[in-house]
């Protein structure tokens, strides 16, 4: 705790007068100091951090909306081998119903080699599936400006399939859902977190600060400074070290995703590039992206300037 006097005189306008003009040769907060450039190093890096966590939130909010409209649009029907039954006629006959459904806008039977194909990672290439009660499978696709009755069309399919079996992915785009969902609140915590340690930072060095212009801030407080002209010059020196912080670390992080952009365009001639921009998209933020790093960077200038002044506020009106 600072060592304020107890109670301070009033001062006439004249004093008052006096060290406001001579203040601006005396800065209570010196602008450059090794802590000042300690703690703006200290909010640029909290800064990459949150942008690099709010950023990958976003990027994999927007793939997790890219699955869900590429799944959801499709469905599969599976034509299941039964003694007695054509294979190829009922999947012909699938189609036909498909094709005369409203709500759909095409359907496509899989040939005999595609299934193979389908099916080599898990049971090897070159495998006869004649010997197998392999089901033949037909993609079917959704026509997004007619809404589709599926109640109708699966029964459309038993009254003349009876081994035929329709699949809207409605378990994959729950895993999906629930896989992105949990990974994105897992981001946002890290955020969280990091914002949380960043202003705990803040606090510590404008405590530090006080603590270092103790001398200054008393005789100030014994002549009759206002204790919001004491909190606005606290409050200045940490806003210029937030947005200083704020633009390092808030520019390394939207060009660290600009690389990675480039290199993603290379990485996708591999089956590895392939899968993690499926996953993750291109890394590729957009605007929208851009704009939320440019915010946050403002974001936590501000915070940085605000938490001063709150911390030097609650700490004058305990000594006043």
Known sequence: ???????????????????????????????????????????????????????????????????????????????????????????????EIVASFPGLRDARALSKGQSEELLAPWLGAGL???????????????DGSKPLDEIGLRSALAAALPNANLDNHGAWMQRLTTMADVVVASALGVFALVLTAMGLAVGFATRGAMAGA???????????????????????????????????????????????????????????GEQAEAMFGAFALGWDGLAAIVALSLGVAGLTGLASRVIVHRSLRALN
């Open 214 to 272: 103790r001398e200054i801030i008393q005789s100030l407080h014994y002549v009759g400074a206002a204790d919001s002209f004491i909190a606005n010059e606290f409050q200045r020196h940490f806003l210029r070290l937030g947005l200083r912080g704020g633009a390092i670390g808030g520019g390394a992080a939207a060009l660290l995703f600009f690389a990675l952009g480039a290199l993603s365009r290379q990485w996708t001639t591999s089956a590895g």
């Open 1 to 95: 705790m600072l060592g304020f006097p107890a109670r301070r005189p009033e001062a006439d306008d004249d004093s008052q007068q006096s060290w406001r003009e001579n203040w601006a040769e005396t800065p209570l907060v010196p602008a450059a100091s090794v802590a000042g450039a300690a703690l703006s190093v200290v909010i640029a890096i909290m800064t990459f951090l949150a942008a690099l966590t709010a950023s990958f939130a976003l990027l994999l909010t927007q793939a997790s909306h890219d699955w869900r409209g590429q799944v959801g649009a499709e469905m599969t029907i599976q034509v299941m081998p039964r003694p007695g039954r054509d294979l190829d006629a009922d999947s012909r006959k699938a189609v």
């Open 128 to 142: 006869d599936l004649g010997q197998l009660p392999v089901p033949r499978l037909i993609e079917v696709r959704r």
